[in-house]
């Protein structure tokens, strides 16, 4: 029985053999490159990051990275993921220190009006919406 026929306690099993599988391959994908580039030993650490959401408090997580990076003890993230404002984090995050200018600019300079125009309150009934997001 294949797992897309299968119970989902069953599918479940298999997603988690998939993930698994995958993440083995993953492990034997890096040891080869790493040993073709002259290393030798353990894997080194692999530091992940998860940026949660916080709407108009997001920006927090932009200076904790700045802030983070002027320490001196920022490392190299393997993996960077996040929710809401934390996914427009993220692919700043990613790459490292020098995208901090960048994540600093997005968060003190890009106001609501460079994203969305107000409509009229009638625009609740006449529209799709009360605000436009043409400025984008």
Not at 10 to 20: K, Q
Not at 63 to 86: D, I, M, Q, Y
Not at 122 to 131: C, K, M, N, Q
């Amino acid at each position: 029985m294949s797992c897309s026929s299968r119970p989902l306690v069953a599918s479940l099993h298999c997603d988690n053999e998939a993930i698994l599988s995958e993440g083995v391959a993953s492990v034997r994908r890096e040891q080869a490159y790493l040993a073709s580039v002259g290393h030798r030993g353990r894997l080194p650490p692999a530091v992940f990051l998860a940026v949660s959401g916080g709407g108009d408090s997001g920006a927090f997580g932009a200076g904790l990275l700045n802030g983070w990076t002027a320490a001196g003890n920022r490392p190299e993230f393997k993996l960077v993921t996040g929710v809401s404002t934390g996914a427009l984090i993220a692919p700043f995050a990613y790459p490292g220190p020098d995208c901090d200018d960048s994540l600093e600019r997005f968060y003190t300079t890009i106001t609501p009006d460079d994203i969305v125009k107000q409509r009229p309150l009638l625009a609740a009934v006449t529209s799709d919406a009360l605000a436009d997001n043409a400025p984008l």
